[in-house]
């Protein structure tokens, strides 16, 4: 694959035996993109780039004179253009946004091409400041800026497309082995000196470079010779969890007892030194590549056609210096892989063709991209988190890894149904754990939410810029997701054993509580409907007694509900109410809405308020409930008021009943009304 001098892609490893079956199929944790980008084989004739920054892949066909075509994983729609055949191309990209294009022909200059609406299409070029230096390579640090590095130094430049010239901004002056660039974190690595395992970063923003602390690469053991002992197929740069790392493939670990290779990260800060942080054991030697998918550093192995995943924010061994990861999943290979047959509607009937997977064509970038060249493909790597349920049993270890994860919260959820139940119901200490890793993130963004708020509404920001609003991530499992998805449907089991229903609820309130997170209404509700359902009043009432269901509103009116099956529950509710300090008028509005109109009812009676309550509200509420036989007794209890206060049933026009009176008649005839009492 033709490009310029590689940068920080490892070679992945190829194999032969395509027909063996490959170590650890079932539970494919890692696949590639279902909707890859095709593009035209690399071959005498076409010549294939990559630019990192931008994710396009460039089809470069007789240096451009019979067509230029660019396509990318995120822009759909390719672009295509030809342009004079000036010698063999070294380098091709375009500036962030596509606005101008750069081509390296020669070791000593960059040819450059507007692609802006009614700019003349007229080459203009640059040639290095530093004589006798011959290019590596260039990046794009942003629409209108670029990097030249030569193998003596650094050059930063301002393109004026109008002027169709460059600026040089800044330079330096530095011996240079080969380069690498990260695109997420505009950092430009240098590999200098005679062994080439110093590295020194350069830190690019808006028309401003700066030099990042220099630092060493430990090298395997003391060279033999001094010649060129690091090589870039063995340096990654990727962000993990918003910090810029350096990982070095080190073939031998410098222990004498430890065999197999390993994979070393520095954690390369804006300010201060560089330092080694994390170390993961590969535990087997041979070719390598490395991608980094959704913060996990992904390690492909060529002669087991497997791959494996690191995570450093999971627990590892602490050496006092460097944490120490095993890998976090047995190895597995990529998913099968099947391409298209293209070809007429008669030839494409044809089966697909599995794709060669871990060929030695593939080439890999960062962060998640792989590339083959032969097959003409370019596919970003996916993590499957449903697979990694059945790998990982530690549900704690589990929980932690599925967290960090951005498409997490649906498989959270599962897992959460899934050890509620059988075969795979898991203890309630686990259950437990589980709960409170999950309302640990909660919290967390409880938490950030109200700082905002706070901020926000305090008018701090006003001289300050506002705070950035935090983010809700699908880590934030709120109680909600937690009652819809799993809670409400699991006690709807009938086969699980009540007992451990009721704990599993209680369990869920005693974890919501210890974070200091409010209860919402909806979990106590279910807990008194589960204890209902099982006639467990007496623990109902000790449960209300000892204040283990919090006070609310709609507890009060589920409570009253409960009167005709649990006579005590009246009181109850009561009680509470009272110490909700709670308008009466305003408790038999909450009870009419909730359609318990017969308990709205006793509970007005309860404090003496019959006498002037609204029979036509009430009829309203028992017109809704649909409900026939409640609307008769509602109708007749207004009746015997009506004869009681006034000496007949009747309603008098004041109180606007027509309609209600005329659908009694309706449904019961008009015998059913009450007859006059007289004395």
């Known amino acids: 694959m033709s ?12 194999g032969e035996g395509e027909g063996r079956a490959r170590a650890g199929e079932g539970g494919c944790y890692l696949a ?41 994983l995120e822009d759909r729609n390719p672009i295509s253009f030809r342009m004079e055949d000036k010698g063999e191309v070294k380098c091709i990209k375009f500036s962030l946004g596509n606005k101008i294009l750069a081509v390296q022909r020669t070791l000593k200059n960059v040819d450059f091409l507007n692609f802006i609406p009614d700019s003349p299409q007229l080459e203009y070029t640059q040639e290095c400041k530093t004589k006798n230096a011959n290019i590596l390579g260039f990046c794009w640090t942003s629409s209108t800026e670029i990097v030249f590095i030569t193998d003596q130094g650094i050059e930063f430049y301002q393109v004026l497309p109008e002027k169709r010239s460059l600026k040089l901004l800044k330079n330096q002056s530095i011996n240079v082995n080969w380069y690498m660039y990260c695109p997420e974190s505009s950092v430009i690595l240098l590999s200098t000196t005679v062994l080439g395992n110093v590295l020194q970063p350069f830190y690019f923003k808006s028309g401003t470079m700066s030099k990042l602390s220099k630092f060493e690469i430990e090298l395997p053991a003391a060279p033999k010779s001094s010649k060129l002992s690091l090589s870039e197929r063995d340096i990654a740069m990727a962000t993990i969890y918003g910090q810029l790392y350096v990982l070095y493939l080190r073939h031998h670990s410098r222990t004498s007892n430890s065999t197999g290779a390993e994979v070393v990260l520095y954690h390369l800060p804006r300010e201060g030194s560089c330092k080694k942080t994390h170390i993961l054991k590969l535990n087997r030697t041979g070719k390598f590549a490395l991608n ?51 070809g007429p509607a008669s030839v494409t009937s044809q089966s697909p063709v599995p794709c060669k997977l871990y060929s030695s064509s593939w080439i890999v970038f960062q962060p998640d991209i792989i590339i083959s060249a032969s097959e003409g493909y370019l596919w970003s790597l996916q993590v499957k988190l449903e697979p990694v349920v059945n790998l990982l049993l530690d549900k704690g270890r589990l929980m932690d890894f599925l967290l960090q994860r951005k498409e997490c919260k649906m498989v959270i959820l599962s897992v ?8 795979e119901r898991g203890s309630l200490s686990v259950i437990a754990t589980v709960f409170d890793k999950l309302n640990h993130e909660y919290k967390k963004y409880l938490e950030a939410e109200q700082s905002y708020t706070m901020v926000v509404e305090a008018g701090l920001s006003r001289s300050n810029p506002l705070p950035k609003r935090p983010v809700r991530t699908q880590a934030v499992i709120d109680q909600s997701d937690m009652y819809t998805h799993v809670l409400s449907v699991f006690t709807e089991k009938k086969e699980e054993p009540h007992k451990f229903t009721i704990a599993v609820l209680m369990e869920y309130i005693r974890s919501l509580n210890q974070f200091q997170i409010a209860v919402q209404h909806y979990l106590y ?27 609310s509103k709609p507890l009060a009116c589920l409570l009253l509900s409960l009167e005709s099956i649990y006579p005590p529950a009246h009181q109850l509710s009561l009680d509470m109410l009272k110490r909700l300090s709670t308008a ?96």
Do not use: W
Request: glycine share 6%.
């Open 3 to 14: 490009r310029e001098p590689p940068p920080g892609e490892e070679e992945a490893p190829g």
């Open 32 to 72: 590639l993109c279902g909707r890859p980008v095709h593009f035209e084989k690399a071959n005498p004739v076409n010549c294939v780039f990559f630019d990192e920054a931008n994710k396009q892949v460039f089809a470069v066909r007789s240096g451009g004179a019979t067509g230029v075509v660019v396509k990318g």
């Open 292 to 342: 980094v998918v959704d913060n996990l550093v992904v390690v492909h192995h060529q002669d087991t056609e497997t791959s494996v995943i690191f995570d450093i924010k999971l627990k590892g061994e602490f050496d006092g210096s460097t944490t120490i990861h095993q890998f976090v999943l047995p190895p597995r290979s990529i998913q099968p892989y099947q391409i298209p047959v293209a």
């Open 416 to 423: 959460c149904s899934q050890m509620l139940s059988e075969p």
């Open 525 to 551: 509700e279910l807990v008194i409907k589960t204890l209902v359902q099982h006639n467990l009043f007496y623990m109902l009432h000790q449960f209300l007694q000892y204040h283990v269901l919090s006070d």
């Open 584 to 679: 009466n008028d305003e408790i038999v509005e909450v009870l009419l809405s909730k359609h318990q109109v017969l308990a709205a009812l006793r509970f007005i009676r309860g404090i003496g308020g019959h006498d002037s309550i609204s029979a036509r509200k009430f009829l309203d509420a028992a017109k809704q409930a649909e409900d026939d036989m409640l609307f008769y007794t509602i109708f007749r209890f207004f009746e015997q008021r009506n004869q009681r206060l006034r000496g007949n049933p009747s309603f008098t026009p004041g109180e606007h009943c027509e309609e209600h009176v005329t659908f009694f008649k309706q449904i019961f005839g008009e015998q059913a009304l009450m007859k006059p009492t007289t004395f």
